[in-house]
């Protein structure tokens, strides 16, 4: 029996070795002409890492790179040429590019084909793709294709996945090709433009009922695909970031096996049906950045497999306590990733998040949550990323919070009434990489020690915090990879030591404290600096100039509000990467540097309210991007040169308010179609106003194409606030406002007041009908107020005062229901003011000083007794043509008597004549060149 056995064995084992070794030698090698198509293919791509260099020689191609073939025929069945991507998903130099040869149809075995990744710009699909009979997986995602997606792939009917995810550049004319994919599991068009076949996909049952994964994300779809709710397989949606507006159809709720649903970045709209609780295999659940509305049903805690919920950025409402309470039915412990910013949820944290053993991630920010933090949040131990900002949480918080949290990376809590109490000699467990605690109450009020444990912190905002004292010497080393600190709006004191982080890049906000002393030095890998509204003093000289020769990377520099003085010194040559240069309300003297000529991307320029002098350099035209331009309250003189026109295109602000500019305002300054501030008030201008207004494309259309955009000057991080954003100063309503980004794309302004600018107010400002604010008083304007003022709709404020203008008020202006602000006072206005609800809610001080009646004033027009005029209308005008006609006449003869006197004395006289001409040339020369300079 043994002996039979062991024979047992050694047979199997002599078979089992032979089966090997002939299986190796029965591997057949490819085909001849598979070989021959696959070099040909790699001859049309161009390769520069060289990847396809054992696509050579005559070896075996089922060795080569990439390349599988069947053991049994040598036919080649997958080709892996996926380029390489980094860790943040971008292609990087291993991949390829080129031309896609037909050569590949001799592949007819094939059923795998990958070329994701890699850089095709420029080239279409290639139709031919869909001869390829056999492929049963082809992706194409993230090549670089561009134009029409063809619609012979619609002859893969074998074909399970098709990805051709890209960025944009895709697009189709029909989807219909789409039903032909019968066998199809994995469908991802995503980036594709779809946007002609939404209104189709909405009606047709195109989509293949078979399909598991379905992604369409930002492929301006209007609605939602219909064939979607056949698809009883389906397991992954993802519609994100689409233009769909409705409510969330109820046939998507019983998509029973449903495991992951993206509908985040579109306009869905209406409550969450109760019905949700019928998504019972669903993990991942995304409704962010919609309007969903009212509260989130109970049976959300029938998800017991639910791991990610992300509501964030929609109208949501109800208890946040509630909604963590349905959870505890079944999927507390299961929960990693919960997302509800931005929303109306309002009570107390609930004092059960220790049931929430696996959350990773919680974002509650931008909500009305109040209450404490309940202690029970330290014992949250795999917490990672904490975002509870902008709530009206109150009471302590005290290192016991923390006991557990030794995985937390980022603690987000600004703009919470809160208090952090620690003792001084505390050491977190955790090691923060960004911390904000902006607006909280500091125990003890100084910058925390424990600080220097966090070796790895990258975000520091601490603003408005109270902290107080002088800025320790250790904390501009404590962590090598900050690039961001923010201790503005606080108490400190003292001297700013010279700033040379270890970091590479540096963003430094310690503006608004009481620091004083010489500004500090700052290396040359600082990008943004702002030391606003403190005690600097001395001049800006070292500040430049320290260090000429090595160039620097400070894009945004804010030393407004200062004490500091002398003249701004011509060392910018090496600071050519800024963009915000804030010098304003200081006490610097003389010109404008001509280096300053060297910024090519200066897009703000702030130089107001100091004491600079000179006539306005022409070397300010090279800064082609400048988009605010504020040179006000200072002693700039000459002219207002013609090159702001020209060369200055996307001017948005252009303020010279308060200097000792003088001249006509240059026609050329229309050219300025971004232009929606104009402020040229207190200075000596002359002349007429320009009657080429109406090509301020801001001021005259409410596109938002047509306004330049700000989004240069919004450097801050979403996670903090406004003051990180680009300001401009705006005189409306007869105060100054300083409006941040996101106000001042609202603020449309036209001031011309206090100059000696003459003649009548042009016709054509009445085509700025989006100014809000127009201020022509003080000059010596006449004639009448143009009669379609009122298609000025947007009028806030209006003041035509202390002007010559005569005649009745234009009853259009009746129609300005925005009109908050109107003065017409100290005119030649005449007449019965206009009747409307808006006119006569203004005081009298508006229109006193005119021979005006009627309500609000207390004259009365029928007991006037021709004191004040009637207004005019058609039937006086007979009377008044006849009464200036004689007027007329009289001056005609006079002026015909005169002359051949003059002419006749001239032509008898011949040498006075000759005189007499010259003079007149000389005459008609120089107006020719005020004409000329007007015009």
Known sequence: MGSTVVRFLSIATLFTICFLLCNANLSAPCKQNERQALLKFKHGLEDP????????????????????????????RELHLA????????????????KINPSLLNLTHLTHLDLSNNDFEGMQIPSFLGSLKSLRYLNLSYSSFVGLIPHQLGNLTSLQVLDLHDYFNLEVESLQWISGLSQLQHLDMSGANLSKASDWLRVTNTLPSLVENLQMSECGLYHIPGGIANMTNLKFLDLGFNSISSTIPKWLYRLSHLQSLILSGNSFHGEISSSLGNLTSIVNLDLSYNQVAGNIPNSLGNLCKLTTLYMSNNNLNGSVSEIFESFSRCSSGQIESLSLSSNNLSGHLT????????????????NSISGPLPPSFGNLSCLEVLSIGENNLTGVVSQLHFTNLTRLVVFEASENPLTLETTPHWLPPFQLSTLVLNSWHLEPSELPMWLQSQTQLQILSMPNTRISGTIPTWFWNFSSGLWYIDLSENKLYGEVPHIFPRSMNLDVYIGSNQFNGSLPLVSSTVEKLDLSNSLFSGTLFHFFCNNKSEPKALSILHLDNNLLSGKIPDCFRNWKNLVVVNLESNNLIGNIPRSLGYLLSLTYLHLRNNHLHGELPPYLKKCTDLTILDLSYNKFLGKIPMWIGTSLSNLAVLSLRSNQLHGHIPYKLCNLTYLQILDLAHNNLSGRMPRCLYKFTVMASNSETSRVPFDSGDYGLFIFDNKKIEKANVVTKGREVKYGKSLLRLAISLDLSDNIISGEIPEELTSLIYLQSVNLSNNRLSGRIPPKIGDMIWLESLDLSM?????????????????????????????????????????????????????????????????????????????????????????????????????????????????????????????????????
Request: glycine fraction near 10%; proline fraction near 4%.
């Open 49 to 76: 890492s060289n990847q396809l260099s054992s696509w050579a020689g005559e070896g075996d191609c089922c060795n080569w790179k990439g390349v599988v073939c069947y053991n049994l025929t040598g036919h080649v």
């Open 83 to 98: 380029g390489h991507v980094n860790d943040i998903g971008m292609s990087i130099n291993m991949s390829f590019s080129g």
């Open 351 to 366: 004092d059960k998040l220790d049931h929430f053993e696996k959350l990773r991630r919680l974002r509650l920010a931008d």
């Open 803 to 935: 002007n010559q203008l005569c005649g009745q008020i234009a009853p259009s202006m009746s129609s300005l229901t925005f009109l908050s602000v109107l003065n017409l006072s100290y005119n030649n206005l005449t007449g019965e003011i206009p009747k409307s609800t808006q006119l006569q809610s203004f005081d009298q001080s508006s229109f006193i000083g005119n021979k005006l009646c009627g309500p609000p004033l207390e004259v009365n027009c029928r007991n006037t007794n021709g004191t004040v005029p009637p207004v005019a209308d058609q039937k006086h005008g007979g009377s008044d043509l006849l009464e200036d006609g004689w007027f007329y006449l009289s001056l005609g003869l006079g002026f015909l008597f005169g002359f051949w006197s003059v002419l006749g004395s001239l032509l008898l006289n011949l040498p006075w004549s000759v005189v007499f001409s010259r003079f007149l040339n000389s005459i008609v020369r120089k107006l020719y060149g005020v004409i000329v300079e007007h015009f």
